[in-house]
């Protein structure tokens, strides 16, 4: 099993604020990652994706990847209600058809 | 007009009995997934199908047996049903070698 951890959780930020989701990947063949958000009783959607190490921006969120730590991070700036979900980080093998989750990360976002 | 559709939404049985899950997707993709997700949350994956060959089988009882007919269905039969199977299941298609999936509403079940 390729691992790819986070922390549980659950992480609760202030409306406004900068929300700070961390995700590890143990298997350094991933060459792809990908950020899913999962409202309660919802199927995830993905909201980002990322290959290339830096930042990548859409909007009020921020994916960053760091291969040579093993490192992916999600911001999410001016936090709101509608932000409080499960947040999946997953990875991948360039190439390969299957795609490692985390446990997932639950954002509560208080108004 | 659902992207990715499963059916049942909800089962309840009991062990020992055989269930089955549709999976139907008209998004136009190749690549069709099953996943598993506990209770806790995790999310694995089961099988993957590229174009109704089966590429992907993750260490799974073989009381779990996929069928594609075409590349736009993909179903899940489970024989023999345990309450370790409890879980909700979600079918995701994507175009192949990318980590962009669509998932299905899921299909939570239940084992008494």
């Known amino acids: 099993q390729k691992e790819v951890e986070q922390n549980s959780g659950p992480l609760s930020v202030p409306e406004g604020a900068i929300a700070s989701l961390n995700c590890t990947y143990s298997?350094?063949?991933?060459?792809?990652f990908f950020w899913y958000r999962q409202y309660s009783g919802k199927s995830p959607e993905l909201i980002m994706s990322?290959?290339?190490?830096g930042d990548k921006e859409d909007g009020r969120f921020t994916a960053q990847l760091n291969k040579a730590s093993q490192y992916v991070s999600l911001l999410i700036r001016d936090s709101q209600p509608s932000d409080s979900a499960t947040y999946l980080c997953?990875?991948?093998?360039?190439?390969?058809?299957?795609?490692?989750f985390g446990t997932g990360t639950r954002l509560t976002v208080i108004p | 007009d659902t992207a990715v559709s499963q059916t049942p939404k909800y089962l309840v049985t009991q062990m020992g009995n055989d269930k089955s899950i549709k999976c139907e997707q008209n998004l136009g993709h190749d690549t069709m997934y099953w996943y598993k997700q506990d209770s806790k949350k995790f999310l694995k994956i089961m099988f993957s199908?590229?174009?109704?060959?089966?590429?992907i089988n993750e260490t799974v009882p073989n009381r779990f047996s996929p069928k594609s007919p075409d590349k736009a269905h993909l179903n899940l039969h489970i024989n023999s049903l345990e309450l370790g199977d409890s879980a909700v299941y979600f079918c995701?298609?994507?175009?192949?070698?990318?980590?962009?999936?669509?998932f299905g509403e899921g299909s939570r079940l239940t084992v008494l």
């Open positions: 298997d350094r063949g991933s060459q792809s």
């Open positions: 990322i290959y290339s190490n």
């Open positions: 997953a990875a991948s093998q360039t190439g390969a058809n299957n795609l490692f």
């Open positions: 995701a298609s994507s175009q192949p070698n990318t980590g962009e999936l669509f």
């Open positions: 199908y590229n174009n109704k060959e089966l590429i």
